[in-house]
C-alpha cells in the first residue's frame, strides 16, 4: 500500500518518466518488501525508457526475493532524493537484460508519491554535546555510536566505526 500522507500525487507521464530518470542518473537505491516473508529487495534504476512507458532495474543478489519479485503482478518501490521520498507500484515484471547484465523491465507507473522526507523537524546536537549510546547490545555484534541528530518524532542519525557494516534494513536491538 503507497501512504499518500502529505505527499502530492503525479500522474502526468511527463512528470514521472522526469523523475525516474533522476533517481537512475544519481543511483538512487529503491526498495521494495516482496513475498509473502517481505523480503527486501534492493536495487537501482538502470535506465528509463524516454518515451515513457517502461524502465530497467537491476537484479539484486538475493535470489529469493528476485524469484519473489517475478511472481507479484505489481511492487510497491520506495526511494529517497533531495526532494524527499518517492513511491510508486510498477506492474508487469519481466526478466531481460540490460547493457549485458540481467536485468528486469517494469512498465512505468501511471501514478507516483512524494512526500517530505520527515514528518518532524530534525535538531542537529552541539558538538559539545556527547549523546553516545551502545547500538545492538541485544544482537549480533555490539558497537558504541554518537548520535549527531534526532527529530522530535525519534528518528535520528549517528556515526560510528566505518568497519561496522550494517546492511540497509538492519534491525539493531537493545540500543542504550
Known sequence: EMNLGTGVLFRSRIEITRILQRLARDRAVLSAEVGDAGQLFLTRLLHVDPSGEFFFLSYSEERRAKAALLEQASVVFRASDKGGRIEFAAAAPSE???DGDPAVRFAVPQVLVRSQQREHPRFTLPSDASLRCIADSAGVAPFEARIVDVSRGGM?????DPG?????GTVLKGCK
Do not use: H, K, S
Request: charged share 10%.
Open 164 to 168: 561496522v557494516r550494517l546492511a540497509p
Open 156 to 160: 535520528g542519525g549517528m556515526i560510528y
Open 96 to 98: 531481460t537484460v540490460f
